[in-house]
């Protein structure tokens, strides 16, 4: 059975730091390219980074660019995002996500609970 | 960046009605849309990939057409418990983007 279980998310003051995990387990981790989706209270999907099945190729949403780093620990079947200069337009719960082959995401079909990430003074 | 123009943004309808939601990209996406299914507190679910594959699992009264930049979502047969967000998704150039969602609502 596949799971993804994020962990990290926390209340952060503006400019501080976090870094978002994502275990994975029930599927050969590697063999596919891993996404950070976000939803703000209230509001709809953002697509915000997604990191190849190797690690060796990375795409950011122009909002988390220079901000955000993903990266992926294969050796431990875990994913992750590093957030920089939280602002508190970065509220939002974090999902992990699936995608369906190791080059690039296309749509995702296992999705985590999701983690909240809350910037406020 | 794509952008997707999804509408209604919502929908009030009986039990057994059907129901259709529409997603337009602001530019050629070939067949490269899928839709998902939110509950409220909970993931996205997916329900179509590639404009109108049924995912494993998914019941036969959901189902999705289109290609380019024209895509619709249909639900047969409105059940209590497809009470929920829809949200279509394109992908290009290893960029993705999410329609705005469609709250679907029993009459």
């Known amino acids: 059975e596949v799971q993804l279980v994020e962990s990290g998310g926390g209340l952060v003051q503006p400019g501080g730091s976090l870094r978002l995990s994502c275990a994975a387990s029930?599927?050969?981790?590697?063999?596919?390219?891993m996404s950070w989706v976000r939803q703000a209270p209230g509001t709809g999907l953002e697509w915000v980074s997604t990191?190849?099945?190797?690690?060796?190729?990375?795409n950011y949403a122009d909002s988390v660019k220079g901000r955000f780093t993903i990266s992926r620990d294969n050796s431990k079947n875990t994913l992750y995002l590093q957030i920089n200069s939280l602002r508190v337009e970065d509220t939002a719960v974090h999902y992990c996500?699936?995608?369906?082959?190791?080059?690039?995401?296309?749509?995702?079909?296992?999705w985590g609970q999701g983690t909240l990430v809350t910037v406020s003074s | 960046d794509i952008q997707m123009t999804q509408s209604p943004s919502s929908l009030s309808a009986s039990v057994g009605d059907r129901i259709t939601i529409t997603c337009q990209a602001s530019?050629?996406?070939?067949?490269?849309l899928n839709w998902y299914q939110q509950t409220p507190g909970k993931a996205p679910k997916l329900l179509i990939y590639?404009?109108?594959n049924l995912q494993t699992g998914v019941p036969s009264r959901f189902s999705g057409s289109g290609s380019g930049t024209d895509f619709t979502f249909s639900i047969s047969s409105l059940q209590p418990e497809d009470i929920a967000t829809y949200y279509c998704?394109?992908?290009?150039?290893?960029?993705?983007?999410f329609g705005g969602g469609t709250k679907v609502e029993i009459q």
């Open positions: 990191i190849s099945g190797s690690g060796g190729n990375t």
């Open positions: 996500a699936k995608g369906v082959i190791a080059a690039a995401p296309y749509y995702f079909d296992y």
């Open positions: 530019q050629d996406i070939s067949n490269y």
């Open positions: 029930g599927f050969t981790f590697s063999s596919y390219a």
């Open positions: 590639d404009a109108s």
């Open positions: 998704q394109q992908y290009d150039n290893l960029r993705l983007t």
